[in-house]
């Protein structure tokens, strides 16, 4: 915890907290990348979503806008630090403070706001006098990896990043439930953007896997620009129509068995 008085705190919590946000995305994007790109290449190698070839340099970029994204997340993760020690937040310590079926609710209930934030976000994002300037940096990979999870403009940095600090102000949250939200979004991010198409055949039909995103669902948008806003779920895209037509005849290719 951040020590106002103790000036050498506060340097060092920002240090460990970029550390912990930039290692968590490096951690997820080197894991997916090593385990579907090179240790099973073969099995997997149908299942890649765009097969055009990646940009030159386009790693090194990648991972250039994904400290600048690291470093905002954690200026912003700074202040919500600093905003609980303060008292200014809902986050709680003690699981017993509320219910215990709070605790998933709240996830929950989360993970829906920040759906529908995101997808309406992400349409404005596209808007053309928008998109240029904000949105553009993420849609030069055409081709995604695992890498373009955190390759954002810093303004869509930013714009991404308050709203679970935001709901931290609203919200009973408890502190790990917090953490959680973090890891699902860094988890989700890089299986969207691997490129490979990591979930089982017919998982698009199922009760549960129809309203997921992964690799198929998102590298569509990538290639299609007009299709597929969602997050971490479909169900805005499915209500508003804008479901990419080919997602289930692609899915169906890429998931389906090995010729």
């Given at each position: 915890m951040i020590q106002l008085d103790n000036p050498t705190a506060f340097p060092l919590t920002a240090m460990l907290l970029f550390l912990a946000i930039f290692g968590r995305y490096?951690?997820?994007?080197?894991?997916?990348?090593?385990?579907?790109?090179?240790?099973?290449?073969?099995?997997?190698?149908?299942?890649?979503?765009?097969?055009?070839?990646?940009?030159?340099?386009?790693?090194?970029?990648?991972?250039?806008?994904?400290?600048?994204?690291?470093?905002?997340?954690?200026?912003?993760?700074?202040?919500?630090?600093?905003?609980?020690?303060?008292?200014?937040t809902r986050i709680y310590l003690n699981l017993t403070d509320y219910p215990l079926l709070w605790y998933p609710v709240s996830i929950a209930l989360v993970l829906f706001i920040h759906e529908t934030y995101y997808y309406w976000l992400h349409r404005w994002m596209h808007r053309p006098g928008v998109y240029r300037w904000v949105h553009k940096t993420h849609h030069d990979s055409i081709t995604t990896s695992p890498w373009t999870a955190f390759s954002f403009h810093p303004v869509e940095s930013t714009l991404q990043a308050i709203v679970i600090p935001a709901l931290t102000f609203v919200l009973p949250l408890h502190y790990s439930a917090v953490g959680l939200l973090l890891l699902i979004m860094t988890l989700s991010s890089a299986v969207n953007h691997l490129n490979t198409e990591i979930y089982p055949r017919n998982f698009d039909r199922h009760w549960l896997g129809r309203w997921l995103i992964g690799a198929t669902h998102h590298g569509l948008h990538h290639a299609q620009f007009r299709f597929n806003y969602g997050l971490y779920f479909t169900f805005w895209d499915k209500w508003m129509r804008t479901e990419s037509p080919d997602y289930h005849r692609l899915f169906g290719e890429k998931a389906g068995r090995k010729k």
């Open positions: 490096v951690l997820f994007s080197l894991g997916f990348w090593w385990l579907f790109r090179v240790s099973m290449s073969e099995q997997f190698a149908h299942r890649a979503v765009q097969t055009r070839p990646r940009k030159p340099g386009q790693d090194q970029r990648e991972i250039g806008w994904s400290v600048v994204t690291s470093l905002i997340f954690t200026a912003i993760g700074l202040g919500i630090m600093l905003a609980f020690q303060r008292g200014h």
